[in-house]
């Protein structure tokens, strides 16, 4: 029997679309009284409900996330930040998962931001209903609300000994009026008793028990299975079509062609073919006996190898500024000067679940259940194609099994969509292993040049750096052939080197397939590049490598990167909030030099290495023990991190994401390559598009550094310091200098 509701409701969404920085919506309070369910509370227009905190008179509290859940523990992180301002009891806490809403504000999973971005608001929001129930129970009782708190689910007045439990007090406190933000009170954060601890995340049980609904489990009446053939080189078109054989496959239904992208890839399908079944085994039947041959395409030349080897070219040569601290060097004498290249493969996310959703079109709109790290941009994409508004799309979300950026591109939601509206019934499109890494969106492939003119005391007196891979920007408009601002803010230009002399350029990068955001996203040849290079110069000094970054960052200070034309991004933060802070760089490279020498240390052949970087407003240092045996076969033994997040919500979570981006940025810099021949992609699945297995993976030790500093992101920063600690700790064990990835290319892996 589903619970009445009387509790805490919406009076003014507006308020609410304000805290995000949206537009028109708001939080507010009040009863009602409705027969409801979580789902239908978090999208019911007409339901008057909260759209993040409802308490029901069983006196459960339901709060909204907003966000994606893809492993990160979000669903976890956002109610824990609400529970804690409403006093709420952790015990009688229902987490709801948001769809598709504009009233939200963005509900985009990336960039490390949901923390970072909703922090403060989540605890206002929080406050807000806190303030309401006091009120309701200070009249009630008529004490002033000075003298009310909350906890465990309870309004306490201490000096009487009473207690009313939110339940009992939900209607009354709904005809109050919403308090605005700046009469709020916020807790102490020494007074926080959900933010900082450590909970299991919710969805645990149901992971564990294979109750956990993710975007392959969907099932619906009458539905239809499609698996997809798509363009083998990105740009070629179905030039003939041979679909008899697969008609006569048991079980398939239809084949149907889907249409041509136009213009800029963006979110748009591939095109390609389509067969259509009553079970998935047969669509894939089906699609196998397909006979297709396709039209020529401006990529049918693209070797990644010849495209890798023109871009080391061009960073040789001058490119465009987009960076100058002091004034330029022209003198760069080859017997003081250090110069290096690195490069970067083509990269694929590859997250354990491929792509998949499923839809149903009717006339009055399509329903979407769909693994989708960004609902809204699923709505929006899925009805320009249907030809319908944006309020008839319905997005439901399901748990991710994994993402890393693959998610946040709905191009096969709307695959799903064109199919369930040509065909009338319900259609799932289930992106296959191979599909996913031969027609995914990929990370660039790139190559940094690093130079330095060093002084009498081997430290540099002036640097050089250019970077050059195609840009994501490529994929939403043609003849965006040169890295995007955003872009070189990831690590490129915003290393606050302390060096008399620095100029950053960028050179000409064309995109022959679709260029999409990884996890981390250019920090990953940025950290690379960088971490490399001081490495290089380190060794040049003599001195330790955790040294080197002490006297290249040179004094605390907080970098502003004023007068050197250019304006930094900041991750979409204000530098006052979210500064440069070289305290926190010493902060984590100070921690990690503590943990290797507390940690094994290195025998015969084995060796640490080391990296720091700050990226979405989040310091991490990784330190990396190697062994490189005789036959030049690798072992990583143990990783020692430390991250400085600012404040954290759930130490756990961020202690498992910082493992987890030490293993996937291993899984990168070990073995991951994706390459072109004749325009098509070589690989096609976990055999030659390895993941790191259990037998690879190290010890892993991370320290998250206490901070009161607003919270920073957590889910992406650790990736980039991996790559140049391992290739750093290989040098320093065998004397190879890796400066091409994957290692896989130089050692045995």
């Given amino acids: 029997m589903n619970p009445s509701f009387s509790a805490v409701q919406n009076f003014s969404r507006r308020d609410v679309l304000k805290l995000f920085g949206a537009t028109g919506g708001g939080l507010a309070l009040g009863a009602t009284g409705l027969s409801w369910s979580p789902m239908v509370m978090a999208q019911g227009e007409e339901s008057r409900l909260n759209l993040f905190i409802a308490i029901g008179e069983d006196d459960k509290v339901y709060l909204t996330c907003h966000r994606s859940e893809m492993g990160q523990g979000i669903r976890t992180g956002i109610p824990q930040v609400l529970a804690d301002e409403l006093g709420a009891d952790w015990n009688k806490v229902v987490v709801v998962q948001g769809l598709a809403d504009k009233?939200?504000?963005?509900?985009?999973?990336?960039?490390?931001?949901?923390?970072?971005?909703?922090?403060?608001?989540?605890?206002?929001?929080?406050?807000?209903?806190?303030?309401?129930?006091?009120?309701?129970a200070a009249d009630?009782?008529?004490?002033?609300?000075?003298?009310?708190?909350?906890?465990?689910?309870?309004?306490?007045?201490?000096?009487?000994?009473?207690?009313?439990?939110?339940?009992?007090?939900?209607?009354?406190?709904?005809?109050?009026?919403?308090?605005?933000?700046?009469?709020?009170?916020?807790?102490?954060?020494?007074?926080?008793?959900?933010?900082?601890?450590?909970?299991?995340?919710?969805?645990?049980?149901?992971?564990?028990?294979?109750?956990?609904?993710?975007?392959?489990?969907?099932?619906?009446?009458?539905?239809?299975?499609?698996?997809?053939?798509?363009?083998?080189?990105y740009g070629s078109k179905v030039k003939t079509l041979d679909d008899s054989q697969?008609?006569?496959?048991?079980?398939?239904?239809?084949?149907?062609?889907?249409?041509?992208?136009?213009?800029?890839?963006?979110?748009?399908?591939?095109?390609?073919?389509?067969?259509?079944?009553?079970?998935?085994?047969?669509?894939?039947?089906?699609?196998?006996?397909?006979?297709?041959?396709?039209?020529?395409?401006?990529?049918?030349?693209?070797?990644s190898q010849a495209f890798l080897k023109q871009l080391v070219e061009r960073v040789q040569a001058p490119g465009k500024l987009v960076r100058q601290q002091g004034e330029q060097s022209s003198d760069w004498p080859k017997q003081n000067t250090v110069k290096a290249i690195y490069t970067v493969p083509y990269l694929a996310h590859a997250p354990m679940e491929p792509p998949v959703a499923t839809a149903n079109v009717t006339d009055s709109g399509c329903e979407l259940w769909a693994s989708t790290q960004t609902p809204q941009s699923a709505a929006q994409n899925v009805a320009g194609f249907l030809g319908l508004k944006e309020e008839q799309i319905k997005v439901n979300v399901t748990l991710l099994g994994g993402g890393f950026g693959r998610k946040s591109k709905p191009d096969y939601c709307v695959e799903a969509a064109l199919l369930s509206q040509q065909l009338k019934v319900p259609v799932k499109v289930c992106w296959s292993r191979e599909d996913e890494i031969q027609n995914g969106y990929l990370h660039a492939i790139s190559a940094q040049l690093y130079q330095a003119r060093l002084g009498d005391d081997k430290m540099p007196q002036a640097m050089l750096q250019r970077t050059g891979f195609p840009s994501i920007g490529s994929t939403f408009a043609e003849g965006a052939d040169y890295p995007a601002p955003w872009e070189v803010d990831l690590?490129?230009?915003?290393?606050?080197?302390?060096?008399?002399?620095?100029?950053?350029?960028?050179?000409?990068?064309?995109?022959?397939?679709?260029?999409?955001?990884?996890?981390?996203?250019?920090?990953?040849?940025?950290?690379?590049?960088?971490?490399?290079?001081?490495?290089?110069?380190?060794?040049?000094?003599?001195?330790?490598?955790?040294?080197?970054?002490?006297?290249?960052?040179?004094?605390?200070?907080?970098?502003a990167f004023v007068d050197q034309g250019f304006k930094y991004g900041n991750y979409g933060e204000e530098l006052a909030r979210h500064p440069v802070d070289?305290?926190?760089?010493?902060?984590?490279?100070?921690?990690?030099?503590?943990?290797?020498?507390?940690?094994?240390?290195?025998?015969?052949?084995?060796?640490?290495?080391?990296?720091?970087?700050?990226?979405?407003?989040?310091?991490?240092?990784?330190?990396?023990?190697?062994?490189v045996d005789k036959d030049n076969k690798l072992k990583v033994l143990r990783a020692v991190a430390a991250i400085d997040a600012g404040t954290v919500v759930n130490p756990d979570r961020v202690k498992s994401q910082t493992e987890g981006a030490i293993m996937f940025g291993l899984s990168l810099a070990m073995m991951g390559e994706i390459s072109f021949k004749h325009g098509k992609v070589v690989q096609s699945n976990f055999h030659d598009y390895p993941l790191l297995r259990m037998t690879q993976c190290p010890d892993i030790d991370v320290t998250v550094?206490?901070?009161?500093?607003?919270?920073?992101?957590?889910?992406?920063?650790?990736?980039?310091p991996v790559a140049p600690s391992l290739t750093n700790a290989i040098f320093a064990a065998s004397g190879i200098r890796i400066r091409e990835l994957p290692v896989s290319k130089h050692l045995t892996v």
């Fill in 103 to 136: 009233r939200y504000g963005s509900q985009n999973t990336d960039g490390s931001r949901s923390i970072r971005k909703g922090f403060d608001k989540m605890r206002e929001m929080g406050a807000m209903a806190r303030t309401m129930l006091e009120q309701a």
């Fill in 140 to 233: 009630k009782w008529q004490v002033p609300i000075s003298e009310l708190s909350t906890a465990n689910n309870l309004v306490i007045h201490t000096q009487s000994g009473r207690m009313v439990s939110f339940g009992e007090l939900a209607s009354a406190a709904s005809k109050y009026e919403l308090p605005k933000v700046d009469t709020l009170v916020l807790k102490s954060p020494q007074d926080f008793t959900h933010i900082g601890k450590p909970h299991k995340i919710v969805d645990m049980d149901g992971i564990l028990n294979g109750e956990a609904k993710y975007g392959f489990d969907v099932q619906l009446e009458g539905m239809r299975y499609a698996s997809i053939v798509r363009p083998p080189v």
């Fill in 246 to 303: 697969a008609r006569k496959v048991a079980g398939v239904i239809d084949v149907v062609r889907l249409p041509v992208p136009k213009g800029a890839p963006a979110f748009q399908p591939l095109g390609g073919v389509a067969v259509i079944a009553s079970n998935s085994w047969s669509a894939i039947e089906g699609r196998k006996a397909l006979i297709i041959s396709w039209s020529d395409s401006n990529n049918d030349s693209h070797d």
């Fill in 491 to 559: 690590g490129f230009v915003d290393v606050p080197l302390a060096v008399k002399s620095l100029r950053c350029e960028t050179v000409e990068a064309k995109a022959h397939t679709r260029i999409g955001w990884m996890r981390s996203v250019c920090n990953i040849q940025h950290g690379f590049g960088i971490g490399s290079f001081v490495d290089e110069l380190a060794v040049k000094a003599n001195k330790p490598i955790t040294q080197m970054w002490r006297d290249l960052l040179g004094p605390e200070r907080q970098e």
């Fill in 582 to 627: 070289i305290a926190r760089y010493h902060g984590v490279i100070a921690a990690v030099e503590l943990g290797m020498r507390k940690g094994e240390q290195p025998k015969v052949n084995q060796a640490w290495g080391f990296a720091v970087h700050r990226s979405f407003a989040a310091f991490v240092a990784v330190a990396l023990l190697v062994e």
């Fill in 705 to 720: 550094i206490p901070s009161d500093a607003p919270p920073g992101g957590v889910g992406e920063p650790g990736v980039p």
